[in-house]
């Protein structure tokens, strides 16, 4: 797995000491976009992790990044979208991983 995306996975299941060790060793993750153009502040903020996204934003997130590829949203209107995705057939989760 490369390394994007499992921070944006690992954002998006609160995993704090995962997401801190992984900005520590490169901080440049916190704006980095996943090969399905969702950052890591995009997988948080879609799964209401606010302490993951406050590490991010604290280490240079950009809370207005919009996520590249099929879905325009920003880090403020993804967990709307994500909500929307729970019914079937959404493809929100294969967006934003």
């Given amino acids: 797995m490369d390394e994007?995306?499992?921070?944006?996975?690992a954002s998006a299941g609160g995993d704090v000491e995962k997401v801190k060790e992984m900005l520590d060793r490169n901080?440049?993750?916190?704006?980095?976009?996943?090969?399905?153009?969702a950052t890591p502040l995009h997988g948080a903020a879609a799964q209401g992790q606010y302490e993951v996204?406050?590490?991010?934003?604290?280490?240079?997130?950009?809370?207005?990044?919009?996520?590249?590829g099929e879905l325009d949203?920003?880090?403020?209107?993804?967990?709307?979208?994500?909500v929307m995705s729970r019914w079937?057939?959404?493809?929100?989760n294969t967006v934003l991983m």
């Fill in 4 to 9: 994007v995306r499992e921070i944006v996975i």
């Fill in 73 to 82: 949203v920003t880090p403020c209107t993804a967990p709307q979208h994500f």
């Fill in 53 to 68: 996204a406050a590490l991010l934003i604290a280490r240079g997130a950009d809370v207005n990044a919009h996520a590249r």
């Fill in 88 to 92: 079937p057939g959404c493809f929100w």
């Fill in 27 to 37: 901080p440049e993750l916190a704006s980095a976009y996943s090969s399905k153009g």
